[in-house]
């Protein structure tokens, strides 16, 4: 009887061991996929208000009318260019955007032209698609760089 309580006390201690093996593997695997290192250095505050940044101007790319065309494409626009100033204005009075301390933007954006059919049958219109690729901006102080493919660092 005693030999049965110490295998199931040893089983269970083999079993959290195992557990937490597995638990720190998947933490290593999730630090690889959101960009290393540098993905960890942002602050989940300051991650989060760039994340809005980025996101608003992805809303606004799309609505706006901005003369960009997949002729354009990578786009860089900058907060500094007079030619986007209507963009950021837009965007530093954008919901979430408006109560943040944002400067210095620039974004690229990649845009592909998309083929739409129309009301009539014998019409189509180009539609274009807009994805922010890489972007740098000072939020809150806090300088945040974002790249599509390895996510968000500091500067």
Known sequence: MEGNAT?????????????ALALAAMFALSAC??????????AGEDR??????????????????MGLTDADSPATISQD?????EFFDK?????????????????TVSIQAVQASTAREDSQQVN?????????????????????DKGFSKN
Request: glycine letters at 8%; a positive charge; zero cysteines.
């Open 91 to 107: 965007l530093l009075q954008y919901k979430k955007v408006a109560d943040l301390d944002v400067q210095d933007v620039t974004i």
């Open 33 to 42: 996929a959101g960009g290393g290192k540098a993905a960890a250095e942002v």
């Open 7 to 19: 295998n199931k006390k040893t089983a269970r201690v083999g079993l959290m061991a195992l557990v």
């Open 128 to 148: 274009y698609r807009y994805a922010v690729t890489q972007a740098s901006m000072n939020v809150n102080g806090t300088a945040v760089s974002y790249n599509a």
């Open 81 to 85: 260019d007079p030619a986007y100033a």
């Open 48 to 65: 989060t208000n760039a994340k809005q940044v980025i996101m608003a101007a992805g809303d606004l790319f799309t609505m706006m009318d």
